[in-house]
């Protein structure tokens, strides 16, 4: 019988809160020497400057680390095949040959001409939602169908596809069974390469048909694979916990959506402060030094492996007054819930859009929505890269 391994300090949460714990190591020295999963040495950072200073500087700070190397059936051939193409692996240059061809599709223009398709969307989800009846899962019937659509439309991938590559993500981020998360990882790229030869062949409208039409020549197959598998798997994944977490949040607080009844302009302030106070990414993986390196005092060797904690850092005292306290008004600027500098998550602006029309829409439709059973304890992912939730009761 497998063992479920130790849950890593980072990944640990009280509810909504980082756990005291990290909030003691950033409150204090700033810096906590650690032990990865896999017997190395670690260093976790916490503090908001510091963060923002790994995340600011690929040339001391490397992502250009596998993120599979740390699995065992893999060997050094599967590895490269399986790290081609995924952007947070690679440092510039070759991050920046890989994004620059991604980047028009996520533009601020761009996103104003997928919002009415959005609004259609967000709007259906709500009509399944209601069909449902109360109580109802707002994760199943609202929170996990708007961002797979937008996605699977964006990518060309089959909406019929949703419900097998939402349970392949929700494995691939479950740190609880390495094997099944190996298979996941299996069975993803399998898919992705279908997908791939499909566009191949006939490349459609879609992101990846103009990867194809526009790069082809550029890209090998597994390239266009990790980037199709990151998409898929960043597009819906993150968005749609920010959507069940984001919801539990504002019940809890029913002033705060009620704000966000009387004024709806009151969405882009309240997604980002959302955002920072949830912080569902825990941490945006694991950086090398590339050199000797000193943060908050302390001197950390060359070739050490370096993990910036996001939750950790977005409520730091020393980044904003109060940062415990959730208020939709300030905005949070500055916040890291999505990453900072080269490595700035790609898609925060179709993110950002998804949830200033989903929130809204909701409340609106719903003007009575409140938890079904206020007393029952959330079901968080636990053992998970992405916090959030695995169901959301409703009534209203």
């Known amino acids: 019988m497998t063992q479920t391994p130790e849950l890593p300090l980072q990944m640990r949460r009280n509810g909504f809160d980082p756990v005291e714990e990290l909030a003691r190591v950033r409150d204090g020295e700033g810096v906590l020497e650690t032990q990865t999963p ?6 976790l950072i916490c503090r908001h400057e510091d ?41 510039p ?12 599709e996520f533009t601020v223009r761009r996103m104003r001409t997928l919002e009415p398709r959005i609004t259609e969307i967000v709007q259906s989800a709500l009509d399944d939602l209601e069909r449902a009846g109360k109580p109802a899962d707002l994760v199943e019937h609202f929170a996990l169908p708007v961002p797979s659509l937008v996605i699977c439309e964006l990518l ?29 990882r299996r069975e993803d790229r399998a898919y992705m390469a279908g997908l791939v030869a499909r566009a191949r062949k006939e490349p459609g409208e879609d992101m990846l048909g103009m990867l194809v039409r526009e790069h082809g020549d550029d890209l090998s197959d597994d390239e266009l694979i990790g980037i199709a598998g990151l998409l ?32 709806p302009a009151l969405v882009e302030p309240a997604v980002e402060e959302l955002l920072r106070w949830l912080s569902i990414v825990l941490s945006l993986g694991t950086r ?38 959730l208020d939709i008004t300030r905005g ?26 989903a929130f809204p829409a909701l409340l609106k439709r719903f003007p009575g929505l409140a938890l079904a059973d206020p007393d029952e304890q959330p079901d968080f992912k636990t053992f998970s890269v992405v916090y959030g939730l695995k169901s959301l009761r409703v009534t209203w």
């Open 38 to 43: 896999f017997g190395g040495t670690a260093y």
């Open 51 to 91: 963060v923002r200073e790994v995340l600011s500087d690929p040339e001391r700070f490397s992502s250009a680390r596998a993120p599979f190397d740390d699995a065992p059936e893999l060997d050094e051939e599967a590895r490269d095949r399986m790290r081609a193409g995924m952007l947070p692996a690679f440092d």
């Open 93 to 104: 240059p070759e991050h920046t040959r890989l994004r620059r061809m991604l980047t028009p």
């Open 156 to 184: 060309g991938v089959p909406y019929s596809d949703r419900a097998e590559f939402q349970e392949r993500s929700a494995h691939l981020v479950d740190t609880s069974s390495p094997e099944r998360q190996a298979e996941a």
């Open 232 to 263: 898929l798997f960043a597009g819906h994944e993150t968005t749609a916990n920010m959507l069940g977490l984001g919801t539990l949040a504002l019940l809890r607080q029913p002033d705060q959506p009620a704000m966000i009844r009387r004024n």
């Open 288 to 325: 090398t030094t590339t050199t000797d390196v000193e943060i908050a005092g302390h001197s950390i060797p060359a070739g050490s492996i370096v993990i910036p904690s996001l939750v950790a850092a977005n409520r730091d005292p020393a980044f904003l007054d109060d940062p415990d306290t």
């Open 332 to 357: 949070a600027i500055g916040h890291l819930a999505f990453g900072h500098g080269v490595h700035h998550c790609l898609g925060a602006p179709l993110a950002r859009l998804e949830m200033r029309v």
